[in-house]
C-alpha cells in the first residue's frame, strides 16, 4: 500500500529534497539540544584556524536554522525554485553550486564580520533565484528578468543593509548568493566563443 501511493510522487530532484531534509533535521535538532547544535555545528563564525569544525560549519551554516519559521522561509523559496533548476542543470552542477555558494559566504562572513554568526540558507534561496533567471536564456543575449531581479532584490538588499544594520539579517549572504547565481548562470549558458562569433 505504501509503495502504492509513494509511487504517485514524482521523485526528481534528490539534492534539493535531500537538502530539505537535513535542514529540517536541523530545526529539530536545535530545539532538542536548546540551542547547542546550532552555535557549535550550524552557525559560522570566526574560531581557531587549526580548529576542524570551522572548516565543516562553512559549509554547515546552510543547514540550519534558527527556528521554524526561518526555515519555512527559506525553503519555501528553495521548493519551488530548486526542483526546476536541478532538472535543467543536473543534480551534481547543483550541489557544486550549493557547496561554493555556502562556502563563499562563510569565508566572507569569517573574514569580514568575525564576531557575528551566520546560519541559514537565504544565500542559497538567493542564488537560485538569480540563477532561474538564466532558466531561458537565448545565446547572445542578456535575459531581461536577471536586470529586474538583480535590481529588485539585490538593490532592496543592500537598501535594508543600509538602513538596519543590526537587524539580524544577514543581507551580506543574500548579495553573495545573488552575485554567485548570477555567475553560475552566466559560465553555464554563455555562448562559446564560437558561437559568439555565429551570433
Known amino acids: 500500500m505504501l509503495k502504492k501511493l509513494l509511487g504517485k510522487f514524482q521523485y526528481n530532484s534528490p539534492v534539493i529534497l535531500t537538502f530539505t531534509l537535513l535542514a529540517l533535521c536541523a530545526v529539530l535538532l536545535n530545539y532538542i539540544t536548546n540551542g547547542w547544535s546550532n552555535r557549535y555545528i550550524f552557525s559560522v563564525y570566526r574560531t581557531k ?36 533548476l536541478e532538472e535543467k542543470y543536473g543534480s551534481r552542477d547543483l550541489i557544486e553550486m550549493i557547496a561554493v555558494t555556502a562556502f563563499v559566504t562563510g569565508l566572507i562572513q569569517v573574514i569580514f564580520f568575525p564576531h557575528v554568526a551566520l546560519l541559514g540558507a537565504s544565500g542559497i534561496a538567493f542564488m537560485l533565484i538569480l540563477l532561474s533567471s538564466f532558466a531561458n536564456y537565448q545565446k547572445g543575449r542578456i535575459p531581461i528578468t536577471l536586470i529586474l531581479v538583480a535590481v529588485i532584490y539585490l538593490s532592496g538588499e543592500i537598501i535594508e543593509g543600509i538602513r538596519n544594520p543590526h537587524d539580524n539579517i544577514s543581507q551580506m549572504a543574500h548579495i553573495v548568493g545573488g552575485v554567485c547565481g548570477t555567475l553560475f548562470g552566466w559560465a553555464i549558458t554563455k555562448p562559446s566563443r564560437q558561437e559568439s562569433s555565429i551570433i
Open 49 to 84: 584556524f587549526y580548529s576542524p569544525m570551522q572548516y565543516l560549519r562553512m559549509f554547515t551554516h546552510v543547514i540550519g536554522h534558527v527556528n521554524y519559521a526561518h526555515f519555512i522561509g527559506n525553503f519555501t523559496i528553495i521548493l519551488l525554485i530548486g526542483p526546476m
